[in-house]
């Protein structure tokens, strides 16, 4: 197919493909992409692209928006992005890196946190423009000797090479016999859908394969599989995920979001800058010359990078007013311009430990002692250097836990 397209066709095949295979873990074929793409600019007709998505949870974080930026992509370039919810598989649960079987959600889990997730997903990717289905339509209509068909695809050995099936085989751990349909029913989709090239984070790989090899089964062309990478979290180490505390959110607020993307470790401003930040890929490619170069300064990167994030979420004041309050909070010692204001009801005189799970700045006294003797803890932006010290509660007082954290006080 490459070789019957025009000049001005194969010039856009390679700026395609230069985008479309930016930051992409792996390409599964990669030659099969490539003619993908010349298929579709040869005959004008878009890809279909589809990510699916078992909504377990109502909260998206800043490592979703890796393969969502590539879906911004795809759609740049007019492609077709076919997101599609999970609400009969959800009902299984993705086993991908569990020790045991998910709990099912129940219809009103997955109508709630689908609602949530279209939310979110719309601040980076155009939401009028995506295909949403939802994969009951068609799994729900399935009989039950076309289910066996469909195991018959896949032997039980191969199922066990799944490192957490493996792990549980292993230790002795129940594997139920509904887990092992997730991977098939999630390449179903794929058939049932004609689509031609799945994303998920490497993670998946296992699944999104399957989708391949049910598309052969029916005699349909395969996809072709695009693997993005897996970001670590704030602590640098361990995914970015919202049970590890260690997670950016995409609902957070704008302050929160450009404080929490300054705390990055260093190692990392490269890999968010490629994966998450919306920059084009020229801007990205400056930014890692001129840090390389010691020309600009780590501190001044993760500036341009958390306005980055603010920006794409929120939009360009945003990100101003963001950036102007962490240069006067962090660098001047300054207050911010807006603290939340909470009505104290308490009494005159508390314990400065007591004060501060009273608020909710933190979960507990053990804690409060804790930030105390790390000198973490200002009233009126004075340093609080006795845990056992009783304070007294004043209208207009400000009380501040670590660098993101102030509250208010307001006495009637």
Not at 119 to 131: A, C, L, P, S
Not at 145 to 168: G, I, P, Q, W, Y
Not at 234 to 258: A, C, H, Q, T
Not at 290 to 310: E, I, N
Request: net charge neutral; glycine share 8%.
């Amino acid at each position: 197919m490459m070789e019957q397209l025009n000049d001005v066709q194969k010039r856009e095949l390679e700026k395609q493909w230069e985008v479309l295979s930016y930051g992409v873990s792996s390409i599964i074929p990669e030659g099969e992409f490539k003619e993908k793409i010349a298929k579709s600019i040869k005959n004008e007709q878009p890809l279909k692209v589809k990510l699916g998505l078992d909504p377990t949870a109502p909260d998206v974080h800043l490592g979703h928006t890796v393969v969502l930026n590539k879906l911004k992509q795809f759609q740049g370039f007019g492609h077709t992005v076919q997101l599609i919810i999970g609400d009969f598989t959800g009902k299984i649960g993705d086993p991908t890196g569990k020790s045991i079987a998910r709990t099912a959600l129940t219809d009103e889990e997955v109508k709630h946190n689908a609602r949530t997730y279209f939310e979110q997903f719309g601040k980076v990717i155009d939401m009028e423009k995506v295909e949403l289905h939802y994969n009951s339509k068609w799994l729900s209509q399935i009989g039950f000797a076309e289910v066996l068909k469909l195991a018959s695809t896949v032997t039980v050995a191969r199922m066990l090479e799944r490192n957490d099936f493996h792990h549980r085989y292993k230790e002795n751990k129940p594997i139920h016999l509904h887990e092992f349909f997730y991977p098939v029913m999630q390449g179903y989709d794929s058939f049932a859908l004609e689509s031609d090239i799945e994303l998920g984070g490497t993670d998946q790989e296992f699944n999104v394969l399957f989708g391949r090899q049910v598309q052969e089964h029916f005699g349909r062309e395969k996809q072709v599989v695009l693997l993005m990478p897996l970001i670590e979290g704030l602590d640098g180490v361990e995914k970015m995920s919202k049970s590890k505390g260690n997670y950016i959110g995409v609902n957070e607020r704008p302050e929160d979001i450009f404080g929490k993307t300054m705390s990055i470790p260093d190692a990392l401003i490269t890999k968010y800058f490629e994966l998450v930040s919306p920059l084009s890929m020229e801007e990205v490619q400056e930014v890692k010359r001129t840090l390389d170069d010691g020309t600009l300064h780590p501190r001044d990167a993760k500036m341009k990078l958390a306005a980055s994030f603010v920006d794409m979420l929120y939009g360009k004041e945003a990100a101003h007013q963001s950036r102007q309050q962490f240069i006067n909070v962090f660098q001047k010692k300054a207050m911010p311009d807006v603290i939340p204001e909470v009505m104290w009801e308490g009494g005159e005189e508390i314990l400065i430990v007591d004060l501060l799970k009273e608020l909710g700045l933190l979960p507990s006294k053990s804690e409060g002692r804790r930030m105390i003797k790390n000198g973490g803890v200002r009233i009126d932006q004075e340093k609080v250097m006795d845990a056992f010290q009783t304070v007294q509660v004043t209208d207009r007082m400000v009380v501040q836990v670590g660098k993101r954290k102030f509250v208010k006080l307001r006495r009637s």
